[in-house]
């Protein structure tokens, strides 16, 4: 099992991966109006050649008080083809795709999800830092991770996604 940065030639492998997870093509064309907008990461997981699951960060902002130099990433989606899920292939992308961020600068990540599985990496309700969601979810559900300790000491207010986000297709 590798992980590693998305390559061109991956494209079609990557939408498959989240259309056969997700079951639907949201979170693919998602992916598609993303790429290439500003700093996104997308990291995909190899095993025998072929493409098995995927992540993808791109950067969120904060309307509120914070630091201009806090540099903060959304994590979404992240996808594991269901033959191969439950083996620890999603724990690895997240894993390594943190790490990553954490090693491109970055000080903090937010994820929407289920709150069992991303506490396990370290996520906690971004309440607890004074960051809410801009979308009307469950308040364990939207989480953050400090990947610098002590970066979000200083702020506050609502994580807004970018705009390719809103657009429901
Ligand atoms: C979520 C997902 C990426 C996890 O990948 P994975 O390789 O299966 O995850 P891992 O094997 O590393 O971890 C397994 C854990 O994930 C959780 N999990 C995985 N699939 C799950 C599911 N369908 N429902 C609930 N929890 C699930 C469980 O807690 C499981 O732990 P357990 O095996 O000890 O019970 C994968 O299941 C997936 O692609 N799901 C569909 C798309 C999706 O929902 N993405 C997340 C959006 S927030």
């Given at each position: 099992?590798e992980?590693?940065?998305?390559?061109?030639?991956d494209?079609e492998?990557?939408?498959?991966?989240n259309?056969?997870?997700?079951?639907?093509?949201?979170e693919?064309n998602?992916?598609d109006?993303?790429?290439?907008t500003?700093?996104?990461?997308s990291?995909?997981a190899?095993?025998s050649?072929?493409?098995?699951?995927?992540?993808f960060f791109?950067p969120v902002?904060v309307?509120?008080?914070?630091?201009k130099?806090?540099?903060i990433?959304g994590l979404a989606?992240v996808?594991v083809?269901?033959?191969?899920q439950?083996?620890g292939?999603?724990?690895?992308?997240?894993?390594?795709?943190?790490k990553?961020c954490?090693?491109?600068?970055?000080?903090?990540v937010v994820v929407?999800?289920?709150?069992?599985f991303?506490?396990?990496f370290?996520f906690?309700?971004?309440?607890r830092?004074?960051l809410?969601c801009?979308y009307?979810?469950?308040?364990?559900?939207?989480?953050v991770?400090e990947?610098?300790?002590?970066?979000?000491?200083?702020?506050?207010?609502?994580v807004?996604?970018?705009?390719e986000f809103?657009?429901?297709e």
């Amino acid at each position: 099992m590798e992980i590693r940065t998305e390559n061109p030639e991956d494209l079609e492998a990557v939408r498959n991966v989240n259309i056969a997870a997700f079951g639907r093509e949201n979170e693919a064309n998602l992916v598609d109006r993303l790429r290439g907008t500003g700093s996104t990461f997308s990291f995909v997981a190899v095993q025998s050649d072929r493409i098995v699951g995927h992540i993808f960060f791109s950067p969120v902002v904060v309307e509120g008080k914070c630091s201009k130099n806090l540099s903060i990433l959304g994590l979404a989606p992240v996808a594991v083809l269901p033959d191969y899920q439950r083996q620890g292939i999603g724990t690895l992308l997240i894993q390594q795709g943190l790490k990553e961020c954490r090693r491109s600068g970055f000080q903090a990540v937010v994820v929407l999800g289920h709150p069992d599985f991303y506490s396990r990496f370290g996520f906690i309700p971004a309440s607890r830092k004074n960051l809410g969601c801009e979308y009307d979810v469950p308040d364990e559900a939207f989480m953050v991770f400090e990947l610098e300790s002590g970066a979000l000491q200083d702020c506050s207010g609502m994580v807004k996604y970018r705009s390719e986000f809103r657009i429901c297709e």
